[in-house]
């Protein structure tokens, strides 16, 4: 077991979005760690998510990229994390279908050169510092590729990646167990299901559905809404994370999952029979009037679905929010804090409808080249 009891120092990638703010969160309320906080700020990043932790002495930020090799570096060199969680990425399926050179160059090069910088600074380390140091890579079950009706996800499920998204994470995965086997790096790669929950970026089904409908607007189905994916909560994530950043072993794979298998057009439902009984609408009819089916993203995958068997069997961790109780409570925090939302819509347009066809061709060349490593 790694360092379950006692104190150190987490060098979180992404801290400023939806997963990695929660668990910060999550590690400053239930942890004695020291967080540093790495992130972009690209489109998603968000520091309103961290305001009431932003002062404490235990956490920092750094704005930086993850691509930019010497300021890694940099704050690798000052900071000296004994853990690097890894999960700085471009996230949104559809964005990826419409602009994948993104993707390309920051879910691969850019865990390349994480993965290079921390490779350099673990060899520096004394006999006691390499064996308590561990590179922990968050992923997605989505470079498992689509179910049918039955079976799921474990962690010797073949990759099958289907979108530029999922490929740039099965890219991903593959870099660090590479840089495990090869070199010796401490690695463990965590690969979850779809999360939910409050701070979630409003591109996504769920803020989406909840913030078009109060808005007025369409809320947009794809194909016939058949679509299945297995929902956790985000604390439940967060909460696995911080189980497998003390108590995981290195060269391991935990895959994380909610039991919480639902359509698309059921989960759709349910936000609208929520709505209904917290914030009905002024003419008495429901929500789900807003209903309508659009054309489908290229490429949708059918379903996903996790067994998470090893993860509870190892370090005993297991989901706490159901989803009929956990969906009412994001409701409810959309609906108590719409200046966290609002503020996002009114900078950028981010429930306008992405991924609805092939991106424009454009080289991807230049983009490499500036997140050489060396």
């Known amino acids: 077991m790694l360092l379950v009891e006692g104190w150190v120092r987490i060098?979180?990638?992404?801290?400023?979005?939806?997963i990695g703010s929660t668990l910060i969160?999550?590690?400053?309320?239930?942890?004695?760690?020291?967080?540093?906080?790495?992130?972009?700020?690209?489109?998603?990043?968000?520091?309103?998510?961290?305001?009431?932790?932003?002062?404490?002495?235990?956490?920092?930020?750094?704005?930086?990229?993850?691509?930019?090799?010497?300021?890694?570096?940099r704050v690798i060199a000052s900071f000296r994390p004994q853990v690097i969680a890894h999960l700085a990425a471009?996230?949104?399926?559809?964005?990826?279908?419409?602009?994948?050179g993104a993707f390309v160059h920051t879910n691969i090069v850019g865990t390349f050169t994480l993965l290079q910088q921390a490779l350099g600074y673990?060899?520096?380390?004394?006999?006691?510092?390499?064996?308590?140091?561990?590179?922990?890579?968050?992923?997605?079950?989505?470079?498992?590729?689509?179910?049918?009706?039955?079976?799921?996800?474990?962690?010797?499920?073949?990759?099958d990646p289907r979108s530029p998204y999922s490929a740039s994470k099965a890219a991903s995965d593959h870099l660090v167990r590479a840089w495990g086997h090869s070199y010796g790096l401490p690695i463990m790669v965590t690969n979850c299901s779809n999360n939910y929950g409050p701070f979630q970026f409003p591109e996504k089904l769920i803020p989406l559905i909840i913030i078009r409908a109060l808005s007025g607007e369409t809320?947009?189905?794809?194909?016939?809404?058949?679509?299945?994916?297995?929902?956790?909560?985000?604390?439940d994530h967060a909460r696995a994370l911080q189980c497998v950043i003390e108590g995981g072993s290195p060269g391991e794979t935990y895959n994380i999952g909610g039991n919480a298998?639902?359509?698309?057009?059921?989960?759709?439902h349910q936000i609208c029979a929520v709505l209904d009984r917290l914030q009905p609408r002024s003419d008495g009819r429901s929500y789900a009037g807003q209903l309508t089916f659009v054309a489908d993203r290229?490429?949708?995958d059918q379903r996903y679905a996790i067994d998470a068997t090893k993860l509870q069997r190892a370090l005993g961790w297991h989901p706490q929010h159901d989803f009929a109780?956990?969906?009412?409570?994001?409701?409810?925090?959309?609906?108590?804090?719409?200046?966290?939302?609002?503020?996002?819509i009114d900078q950028r347009d981010a429930t306008a409808r992405l991924g609805a066809g092939p991106p424009p061709l454009a080289p991807i060349a230049p983009a490499i080249e500036r997140c050489d490593a060396h």
């Open 11 to 18: 060098l979180v990638t992404g801290g400023a979005g939806f």
């Open 25 to 73: 969160r999550q590690l400053m309320a239930f942890s004695g760690h020291d967080i540093l906080n790495f992130d972009k700020l690209t489109y998603a990043g968000n520091l309103a998510s961290l305001t009431h932790i932003a002062d404490d002495s235990r956490y920092s930020f750094i704005q930086g990229d993850i691509c930019d090799a010497e300021a890694v570096a």
């Open 90 to 100: 471009e996230s949104h399926v559809d964005r990826s279908i419409d602009g994948p």
């Open 122 to 159: 673990y060899r520096t380390l004394d006999a006691a510092g390499q064996a308590a140091f561990r590179f922990h890579h968050i992923s997605t079950d989505e470079v498992y590729g689509s179910l049918g009706a039955e079976g799921l996800f474990t962690e010797t499920t073949p990759y």
């Open 219 to 235: 809320l947009p189905v794809y194909g016939d809404g058949s679509n299945v994916r297995d929902w956790l909560h985000v604390d």
């Open 261 to 268: 298998e639902r359509r698309n057009i059921d989960v759709v």
């Open 298 to 300: 290229p490429g949708h």
């Open 325 to 344: 109780t956990g969906i009412e409570a994001t409701v409810r925090w959309y609906l108590d804090n719409r200046p966290w939302w609002q503020a996002i």
